[in-house]
Nanobody, 111 residues
Framework: VQLVESGGGLVQPGGSLRLSCAASGFTFSNYYMTWYRQTPGKEREFVSTISRFGRTTNYANSVKGRFTISRDNAKNTVYLQMNSLKPEDTAVYYC?????WGQGTQVTVSS
């Protein structure tokens, strides 16, 4: 089983990034997929989740209206489109599904 996140990087405030999480080794469409994030010294926090076929999504209040989660079950991939980024969005972003975790991708929002 493998979850591999990508797409992180350094972006200025107000900018955008699109994270991807490619899954392998399990039946991707059987699971909700969730993005979390974590900053040093803090607990990992929920960002967004998407149901098995993408009909239902939920977001943390802090990202609602700015982030959009989506998935492509044909590609076994979940995405997180992040717009209007703020410095407080700086964190390592992880995807989760079926109790499996990726290694994380760093997002830094700074001028």
């Amino acid at each position: 089983v493998q979850l591999v996140e990508s797409g992180g990087g350094l972006v200025q405030p107000g900018g955008s990034l699109r994270l991807s999480c490619a899954a392998s080794g399990f039946t991707f469409s059987n699971y909700y997929m969730t993005w979390y994030r974590q900053t040093p010294g803090k607990e990992r926090e929920f960002v967004s989740t998407i149901s098995r076929f993408g009909r239902t999504t939920n977001y943390a209040n802090s990202v609602k209206g700015r982030f959009t989660i989506s998935r492509d079950n044909a590609k076994n991939t979940v995405y997180l489109q992040m717009n209007s980024l703020k410095p407080e969005d700086t964190a390592v972003y992880y995807c989760n599904g079926g109790n499996y975790w990726g290694q994380g991708t760093q997002v830094t929002v700074s001028s």
